[in-house]
């Protein structure tokens, strides 16, 4: 969304395509509905060359040079209420708390930063400004609470 709206960089519908084209194929339904907005609305060569992108694309390798641990600091980059706190990006750092996601899921990895509405699809980098991760999710504490309360 950050590239089909142009937020925090250059509006560029192509990459834009890309990353839903990306995110379409691991089943995710709002980038299948938002890829098929954008495929109505730009040029079978820009399609093209979106689609050539996405088959270029190489996900990152754990273990690889730039892979993240525990003990690397981390901030998040967002624009939270632009219309309260202004246009310029919002820097707030914090950790990887852990290199497991919720459930123990591995694909994810959890983060001790401050997180607001805005921050989502923003970027998270690590000290040396290398974006290790997106900003999708916030744990609501009430919903946390309920879950553990019905476990017991």
């Known amino acids: ?32 509905e938002k890829l098929s907005s954008l495929q109505r609305q730009r040029t079978s060569y820009q399609i093209a060359e979106a689609q050539e992108l996405s088959r270029g694309f190489k996900p990152h390798k754990e273990g690889s040079t730039g892979s993240i641990s525990s003990d690397q600091p981390v901030a998040s ?6 219309g309260l706190q202004g246009f310029a990006p919002k820097l707030a750092k914090g950790e990887i708390a852990s290199l497991s996601g919720a459930g123990d899921d591995v694909r994810y990895f959890q983060i001790r930063v401050p997180v607001q509405p805005g921050n989502s699809g923003g970027a998270l980098v690590d000290e040396h400004g290398n974006v290790v991760g997106i900003v999708s999710a916030k744990l609501d504490a009430s919903v946390a609470l309920a879950a553990r309360c019905r476990r017991m």
Do not use: H, I
């Open 77 to 82: 980059v967002g624009f939270p209420d632009p």
């Open 1 to 32: 969304m950050c590239y089909q709206n142009g937020t925090g960089v250059p509006k560029d519908y192509v990459e834009a395509y890309k990353w839903y084209n990306l995110a379409s194929s691991q089943g995710d339904q709002f980038a299948k």
